[in-house]
């Protein structure tokens, strides 16, 4: 049987995600900035009662295929390790991650192991 869309599956959930201009703003003003080796991460209490997930991946002179590729990493990062621990730890948290140069040069494992270790130094920060 063949999937069509809207049937579940992979894919980041759009009530997840954090899309609007104005609340990416307020995520960068309101939020808490947490920085690692190639991330910039800002969290705030979620208004909704579940914790969502945005994205900034500026270009940085770099082609739209490696931003591309970037976003979709980062995105499955978000779907499959984050979000699922945030809703584990009970914590309704907005987060956005912003790309920071060197992110381009990571690997999926870094880049992962980076977000992982901000949750676990952030949760035990309160």
Do not use: C
Request: glycine letters at 8%; charged letters at 40%.
């Amino acid at each position: 049987m063949t999937r069509t869309r809207g049937e579940g599956g992979e894919r980041l959930p759009r009530a997840r995600r954090i899309t609007r201009g104005q609340e990416i703003r307020g995520l960068f003003r309101r939020g808490k900035r947490s920085r690692t080796a190639h991330l910039d991460v800002y969290d705030s209490p979620s208004p909704a009662t579940f914790s969502r997930l945005g994205l900034v991946v500026p270009k940085h002179g770099r082609t739209a295929v490696e931003r591309n590729r970037l976003k979709r990493r980062l995105r499955e990062l978000g779907r499959r390790d984050l979000l699922p621990a945030l809703d584990e730890a009970g914590r309704m948290w907005d987060v956005l991650v912003r790309a920071r140069r060197e992110s381009y040069d990571a690997d999926f494992i870094t880049l992962r192991r980076e977000l992982l270790t901000w949750l676990d130094r952030r949760s035990s920060a309160g």
